[in-house]
Nanobody, 127 residues
Framework: QVQVVESGGGLVQAGGSLRLSCAASGRTFSRYAMGWFRQAPGKEREFVGAVSRSGGSTRYADSVKGRFTISRDNAKNMVYLEMNSLKPEDTAVYYC????????????????????WGQGTQVTVSS
């Protein structure tokens, strides 16, 4: 089982950058693919990006591809989301989560396949 805590959110102007961090507990962290999701007011929680157990494979939502980069450091039990060229439509609460299934062979983008959610961190992009 994995517990996660997100940090790094804040207020930034359009075109700016932020780096979100996700600290995970548990000795089995490297067994789980990790994902970032976001939820804007009045909208459903949506997939942003995910990284494989080793960090060697990533997937992104089309809306963030080329602007966001997800990475992980298994030695530190950390996952990161580097966000560049931020837009007002990126405003949301960002959540980190671990894949429900350890040792899954693929990186999933399906929200229901993630569990162990954090409390979220607010990102606000002003125009």
């Amino acid at each position: 089982q994995v517990q996660v805590v997100e940090s790094g959110g804040g207020l930034v102007q359009a075109g700016g950058s932020l780096r979100l961090s996700c600290a995970a507990s548990g000795r089995t962290f490297s067994r789980y693919a990790m994902g970032w999701f976001r939820q804007a007011p009045g909208k459903e929680r949506e997939f942003v990006g995910a990284v494989s157990r080793s960090g060697g494979s990533t997937r992104y939502a089309d809306s963030v591809k080329g602007r966001f980069t997800i990475s992980r450091d298994n030695a530190k039990n950390m996952v990161y989301l580097e966000m560049n060229s931020l837009k007002p439509e990126d405003t949301a609460v960002y959540y980190c989560a671990a894949d429900r299934q350890p040792l899954r062979s693929v990186v999933t983008t399906i929200r229901s396949e993630y569990g162990f959610w954090g409390q979220g961190t607010q990102v606000t992009v002003s125009s």
